[in-house]
C-alpha cells in the first residue's frame, strides 16, 4: 500500500505559477511510475502526465506541455508539479498517482489539492 498526500494548492492569477508536491508514505515512491492528473467541476477526471520510476522520462498531456513540469525525489519519496503559465482552465482539484502493474485504473490515488486560477 501507498498513501499519497498532495499539497502546494491554492489561488493564484492568470500568468502564475505554482509547485504541488505528493508525499508518500508505506512504500517507497520509486517501485512506482508516478501520474498527475486533474478533474475541473463538471468534469472528468484529465491526465495531466507521468514520470518514470527514476525520473528519466516524462510524458506531457498536450495541454500542459510547455508549461508544467513533473519530477521527482525518490530520496525523499515526494513526486512534484511546477506550474507556470497558469490559465483560468487550469482551475481544478489536481490529484497525484502511482501506477500498478495494471496499470492506472488500479493506481494508489492521493485526496486531491485544489488549484485555482483566477483572471
Not at 489561488?11 to 478533474?39: D, E, K, P
Not at 498531456?61 to 490559465?87: E, P
Amino acid at each position: 500500500q501507498v498513501q499519497l498526500v498532495e499539497s502546494g494548492g491554492g489561488l493564484v492569477q492568470a500568468g502564475g505559477s505554482l509547485r504541488l508536491s505528493c508525499a508518500a508514505s508505506g512504500r517507497t515512491l520509486s517501485r512506482y511510475a508516478m501520474g498527475w492528473f486533474r478533474q475541473a467541476p463538471g468534469k472528468e477526471r484529465e491526465f495531466i502526465g507521468r514520470i518514470s520510476w527514476s525520473g528519466g522520462s516524462t510524458y506531457y498531456a498536450d495541454s500542459v506541455k510547455g508549461r508544467f513540469t513533473i519530477s521527482r525525489d525518490n530520496a525523499k519519496n515526494t513526486l512534484y508539479l511546477q506550474m507556470n503559465s497558469l490559465k483560468p482552465e487550469d482551475t481544478a482539484v489536481y490529484y497525484c498517482a502511482a501506477q500498478t502493474s495494471t496499470g492506472w485504473g488500479d493506481a494508489y490515488w492521493g485526496q486531491g489539492t485544489q488549484v485555482t486560477v483566477s483572471s
